[in-house]
């Protein structure tokens, strides 16, 4: 359906559903905004309406009900995990603070392979 020039291609879908439109990519319902006032209008206006993520049952019952800051629903919740990631997780104090602790796993990984003879499965050795 899409050609090389996507930009005419919306263009023409748009004219006959309108400037927004929902298009399903696989199981995945997707919203097209396809005009900058439809996009103000998702974005300035109703943004709280559509920045949450769509529940599903695998977020459910891995994420402990979605209580994480990925799956989380856009709320108060939300937007504390974010300050607390933010400020103590995510700063560059706390990042540098881990500096020596990742040189020294470097420094282990790569004693590993040099002393290695044979092939080295790289990502097996990371990950352990």
Not at 100 to 122: A, G, H, S, W
Request: hydrophobic letters at 40%; aromatic letters at 10%.
């Amino acid at each position: 359906m899409f050609g090389e020039n996507l930009h005419q291609d919306l263009g023409k879908i748009s004219k006959k559903y309108g400037p927004i439109m929902s298009i399903h990519f696989g199981l995945v319902p997707v919203i097209v905004a396809s005009s900058p006032h439809a996009a103000e209008q998702f974005l300035k206006i109703h943004d709280l309406l559509f920045a949450s993520r769509p529940s599903n049952e695998v977020a459910e019952t891995l994420f402990y009900n979605r209580r994480n800051l990925v799956s989380s629903n856009y709320g108060p919740y939300w937007r504390n995990m974010r300050k607390l990631c933010t400020l103590y997780l995510l700063s560059n104090a706390k990042i540098q603070s881990f500096q020596p602790l990742r040189k020294k796993q470097v420094q282990i990984l790569v004693n590993l392979m040099k002393q290695e003879r044979n092939v080295i499965d790289v990502s097996a050795k990371i990950v352990s």
